[in-house]
C-alpha cells in the first residue's frame, strides 16, 4: 500500500531535549511538508521541501530543523529553541508541479509531541 | 496573504440531517481543497475545486465553489455518525506550494 508514514505516534519530551520526527513516503512524490496543528488554529506550515537536498522554511519555522537526502524522508527535528513545542505534528507529501504551483496534498497520522 | 475563515466553528446535528459548512477567503481562490480529520488523526482529502461555479460530490458530501472564487461550500446531505469529525478547507494561494488552512469545522452527528 503507498502512503505516509509518521512514527512515533507520540513522543514526551523534557525541556532542553532535541527530538526528531520521523515521516516517510513511498508515494514516488517529490515535495514533502511538515505541518504543526494547535487546538482551534488551522495548520502552520513549518517547512517543505521541493526536492531532495533542499527545503525551505515555512511559516513557524523558528526552532524547528529538517533535512531531505533522500526522497521518501523527510525527518523534523524539535530543538530546544523551540518555545512552546507541545503540539499536533503532521508530514504531507504531494506531487510536485513546477512554476510555484502545488497539488494535492495528502497527510500522514501524525505525532502528537508533549513537552514535560 | 491569503486568510480563510470557516464557519462555523463547530455544529452537533441530528443524524439524518442536512448541514452547510463555509469557507470564505479574503482573496481570490486558484484551487480550494476539502478535508476531513478525525481527531488525533491526519488529514484525508475530499475533493478539490478550481473553478468558479465548481460542484464535485464524494458519497454524500457535495462541495462548491462560488461563482466569485471567493466562498466554498460543504453540503453533506442525511448526515451520519461517520461524518462526525473536523472539516478543513486549504487554499492554493497561486504562487507558491504553501496551502493556507481554515481553522476547521468541529462537527458532532447524534445518533
Known amino acids: 500500500d503507498g502512503g505516509i508514514t509518521q512514527s512515533p505516534k507520540y513522543l514526551f519530551r523534557k525541556e532542553g531535549q532535541n527530538v526528531t520526527l520521523s515521516c516517510e513516503q513511498n508515494?514516488?512524490?517529490?515535495?514533502m511538508y511538515w505541518y504543526r496543528q494547535d487546538p482551534g488554529q488551522g495548520l502552520r506550515l513549518i517547512y517543505y521541501?521541493?526536492?531532495?537536498?533542499?527545503?525551505q522554511k515555512g511559516d513557524i519555522a523558528e526552532g524547528y530543523s529538517v533535512s531531505r537526502e533522500k526522497k521518501e524522508s523527510f525527518p523534523l527535528t524539535v530543538t530546544s529553541a523551540q518555545k512552546n513545542p507541545t503540539a499536533f505534528y503532521l508530514c504531507?507529501?504531494?506531487?510536485?508541479?513546477?512554476?510555484?504551483?502545488?497539488?494535492?496534498?495528502?497527510f500522514g497520522p501524525g505525532t502528537r509531541l508533549t513537552v514535560l | 496573504s491569503q486568510e480563510l475563515e470557516q464557519s462555523p466553528q463547530s455544529l452537533i446535528v441530528q443524524e439524518g440531517k442536512n448541514l452547510t459548512i463555509n469557507c470564505t477567503s479574503s482573496k481570490t481562490l486558484y484551487g480550494l481543497y476539502w478535508y476531513k480529520q478525525k481527531y488525533g488523526e491526519g488529514l484525508i482529502f475530499l475533493m478539490m475545486?478550481?473553478?468558479?461555479?465548481e460542484e464535485k460530490s464524494h458519497e454524500k458530501i457535495t462541495a462548491k465553489l462560488d461563482e466569485k472564487k471567493q466562498q466554498s461550500s460543504l453540503h453533506i446531505t442525511a448526515s451520519q455518525p461517520s461524518h462526525a469529525g473536523i472539516y478543513l478547507c486549504?487554499?492554493?494561494?497561486?504562487?507558491?506550494?504553501?496551502?493556507?488552512f481554515g481553522a476547521g469545522t468541529i462537527l458532532r452527528v447524534k445518533s
Open positions: 521541501s521541493q526536492i531532495v537536498n533542499d527545503f
Open positions: 486549504g487554499a492554493d494561494p497561486k504562487y507558491g506550494n504553501k496551502l493556507v
Open positions: 508515494l514516488n512524490h517529490d515535495a
Open positions: 504531507a507529501s504531494s506531487i510536485e508541479k513546477g512554476g510555484g504551483s502545488t497539488d494535492t496534498q495528502y
Open positions: 475545486l478550481q473553478k468558479g461555479g
